[in-house]
């Protein structure tokens, strides 16, 4: 076991190193958060905690994601390979990323909901505060789990911009950004069955004072084992080329 | 009575990409303590043989065991140290972070001071790995190789981002590091190094040992000596049936005889009175490779 924390411990001290991530990752969705809750006329309270919540979902999509992408620029350099020839089994390597995932995704989290509570004057109850941060950290684990996909399964060029629009993409679509009241009737449809409109879906209900819907963990536990076995195909398929 | 397992031992072991084979039926064994060259040209197929050897690739046939076991169940056990060809620094870690990690991953590793010393990088220990030169790099995947004190340390190319002056460093310090009774197994296509720092060499080519032997048994395999004389305007007819000579080449005026009994070679011509110019050296191992590759001459500056 020693052997999976250190491992966490290196990869996680890699990825707070990287600049790209802390400003991708870390510093962007707080920044838009104060962005879009504080121009114009939106001196909105439920906007502004909505937003929270979805910025934060948005920063831990990306964060999570980003480790997939460490997974393929890992690849590209050999360094996984090295790994290949040390004691540690490839199993503890794969579990150790993962859990590299689960661990990066938690500045994100607590970054934008410091700025909504600090910044923004959001006012919920502690055990508010602490169950939508739960969720939001459990429940990026899908998303790890597609970037590990990207990242075992695609080149480090590819997985960058598949990470980039998986990220983009599943933000938007999934109203991260923009309320989905402003889409279109159609696009709102769509927007229910993305994970990330789940995702935040799970904190926004918290904020509100009440349990997720069923339809929020049916959707996501749909995705979860779909991302699940993306990870663990791309994974076998490339395991002997890492 | 048990046999102590070879360190490395490889039976008819094949490995095809595509319609490549690119090691075809290679058997040899390497004792406990042995320093190795693995010597061929690019593509001769090293790098496939040292990447059977540390299980990162199954052979298509044959076997290949490190100590009496599967690849992978030695490198689990922390028996074997590799430096591989194609490995890039790891990004946005301490030269220190780095080596300890890998360290810490074998049982019974070597401290890290010693590990720093003996790849020359103490100085670099408090340094970001992906802001060294090339060659500081090379050391660092050097301390990566030996850090956990394996049992057999591999080598592919070790010194090919290297200057003169670093290479001979590193010879210094895998000689140190081999000295304990180690087995190092590295993987060149410098003839001087594998004839300078190397026990045995085992010349590779297309996919097939060549040759086994030391520098001097693979001079001798190759056609002892060179025997030259000035031709002075006579022909060269019935020179390839002298004593000892296995081949004639004609370059301007003279001929140059390969021969396996120098001696002989002579005295027959001195019989001919063909001794203008004559002159005999011992055949230099770059010709001794030439002769067991059959490639054209094309020596890689140093």
Known sequence: MRDMWDYLRLEVRRTLRDTGFVIGGIAMPVMMYLLFTNIGDSNDADWRTASMVGMAAYGAVGSALNTGGGVAEDRALGWLRQLRVTPITPRRVVAGRALTGSVTVLPAICVVLLAGGLVNGVRLEVWQWALTALLLWLGSIPFTLLGLGNGYGLTAQTAGVANMVCNLGLAVLGGLWFPVALFPHWLRSVSAYTPTNRFAQLGVSVTQGHAPAASAILVLSVWLPAFGSYAVLSYRRNAGTV | ?302
């Open chain 2, 1 to 302: 009575m048990t046999r102590t397992p070879r360190a490395v031992s490889f039976t008819g072991a094949a490995k095809t990409f595509g319609d490549v084979c690119a090691v075809d039926g290679v058997t040899l064994e390497i004792e406990r303590g042995e320093t190795v060259a693995l010597l061929g040209r690019n593509g001769a197929g090293k790098s496939t043989a040292i990447s059977l050897l540390l299980g990162l690739n199954a052979p298509d046939a044959g076997t290949v065991e490190l100590f009496g076991a599967p690849p992978e169940q030695a490198v689990r056990a922390g028996l074997v140290g590799a430096m591989l060809q194609e490995a890039r620094a790891v990004p946005r870690l301490t030269v220190r972070e780095l080596v300890a990690f890998v360290a810490g991953r074998y049982p019974d590793p070597l401290p890290l001071a010693r590990v720093l010393d003996l790849a020359g990088i103490t100085e670099l220990a408090a340094r970001r790995v992906d802001r060294l030169s090339g060659g500081q790099t090379q050391r660092v995947r050097f301390a990566v190789a030996l850090a956990g004190n394996p049992s057999l340390l591999v080598l592919d190319e070790p010194t090919a981002a290297l200057d003169v002056e670093a290479r001979r460093a590193f010879w210094d310090s895998m000689r140190a590091y081999a000295r304990g009774g180690r087995t190092v197994l590295f993987s060149t296509h410098y003839l001087e190094e594998a004839d300078a720092y190397a026990d045995r060499i085992l010349v590779l080519d297309r996919g097939r040992i060549v040759a086994d032997g030391t520098g001097e048994e693979l001079r001798h395999a190759a056609g002892g000596s060179l025997v030259a004389f000035d031709l002075a305007g006579r022909g060269t007819a019935g020179l390839e049936l002298l004593p000892g000579v296995r081949s004639v080449e004609v370059r301007g005026d003279r001929a140059r005889l390969r021969t396996d009994d120098s001696d002989a070679t002579v005295i027959a011509l001195a019989g001919l009175g063909a001794i203008r110019g004559l002159q005999v050296a011992p055949a230099s191992l770059d010709e001794a490779f030439l002769a067991l590759t059959g490639a054209p001459h094309e020596r890689e500056t140093v």
